[in-house]
């Protein structure tokens, strides 16, 4: 009986202990290669899906994937919130004759990745077509269990 | 025995309520706060980088940083820190403003405009500039993890 009692006490101290242990490590950084693998293509899937909306101008899809805080910086430094980055695209003022990316690589912080990548579209924008290579960064934050994009921007890659 | 048993369980609950805690002050800190102590490490990082005082560069970017300049060149940590370490990279001055900062937890967009005087190989660039930085707080440290800058263009081109 004082045996029994006693595994029974250990398996309590051990569940009590898991517990805690569970609850320490909650909001710390613990990310295995298999997990910062499956996060890339989490992220990959979500850039692919937005690269379709915007040739498409899916304004509802993008709106999904646009945090409502987006810092959106385009190859000429002019900002724009999620808003006007909406409504320009809406409005067919930003157009895309193709669409090219390459070169992704990615960074990894738990939920925030920084993704970046080389892109040579062909778009229209304010009645200037850009056909120039540009480096861009895409930040992804996990929140309410979805990816999005709470940041961009593209700078031209300067021939030297 | 019995009070023994209870005293171990409580000394653990306690321990792990301690742990929970730490976590949730670290969450409780107000987003102007954060901003405050982004602003902080960024002035340092400058000052830094103007003294070329690498150790104190090392601990203010992560490992994995992205920096990416108005040339669309990519630097990783130590690429960028040579650049600064070799004099190839340097801050006749620093201004900047028009910040705007989006906080998410430990994560921190922050966003402005520059018109620093900086030379790059010799080029001394006055243009001015947008740029977007991200810091992340890792191992209860403040750290830029992404940078790009972008030319502002000249509207009248």
Redesign the interface.
């Known amino acids: 009986m004082q045996n029994h009692r006693g595994l029974k006490?250990r398996v309590?101290?051990l569940c009590?202990?898991s517990?805690?242990r569970v609850?320490?490590l909650?909001?710390?950084?613990k990310h295995d290669d298999k997990s910062v693998l499956q996060t890339e293509n989490e992220v990959l899937k979500v850039e692919e899906s937005r690269d379709k909306a915007l040739q498409e101008r899916d304004v509802a899809l993008l709106d999904k994937i646009y945090?409502d805080?987006l810092?959106f910086?385009?190859?000429?430094?002019?900002?724009f919130t999620k808003a006007q980055r909406l409504a320009d695209l809406g409005a067919g003022k930003v157009e895309y004759f193709s669409y090219n990316q390459e070169g992704y690589?990615y960074?990894v912080?738990?939920?925030?990745v920084?993704m970046?990548g080389r892109t040579s579209s062909v778009v229209k924008f304010q009645g200037r077509v850009n056909k120039i290579?540009?480096?861009?960064?895409n930040?992804y934050?996990k929140?309410g269990g979805q990816w999005r994009l709470?940041?961009h921007?593209?700078?031209?890659?300067?021939d030297? | 025995m019995r009070k023994l048993r209870v005293a171990v369980l409580t000394t653990i609950l306690a321990l792990g309520v301690i742990g929970v805690a730490k976590a949730q002050d670290a969450k409780n800190e107000s987003d102007a706060e954060i901003q405050r102590a982004i602003l902080a490490v960024d002035n340092e990082r400058y000052e830094a980088m103007q003294k070329k005082d690498m150790a104190a560069l090392d601990r203010l970017h992560a490992d994995g940083l992205v920096f990416i300049n108005t040339k669309g060149r990519m630097l990783n940590k130590a690429e960028y820190m040579e650049e600064i370490r070799s004099g190839n990279l340097k801050f006749l001055t620093v201004e900047t403003d028009d910040y705007t900062f989006c906080v998410y937890g430990d994560t921190v967009i922050m966003s402005g405009r520059a018109k620093s005087v900086v030379e790059y190989h010799g080029v001394v660039n006055k243009k001015p500039r947008r740029f977007t930085s991200v810091f992340i707080k890792i191992q209860g440290q403040w750290r830029l993890v992404a940078h790009q800058a972008t030319l502002i263009a000249d509207e009248s081109n």
């Open positions: 006490f309590l101290l009590v202990a517990v805690v609850c320490c909650a909001g710390q950084e945090s805080q810092v910086v385009n190859t000429r430094g002019q900002k690589s960074h912080y738990g939920n925030t920084v970046t290579p540009r480096l861009f960064t930040i934050l929140t709470v940041a921007q593209a700078t031209p890659i300067v030297e």
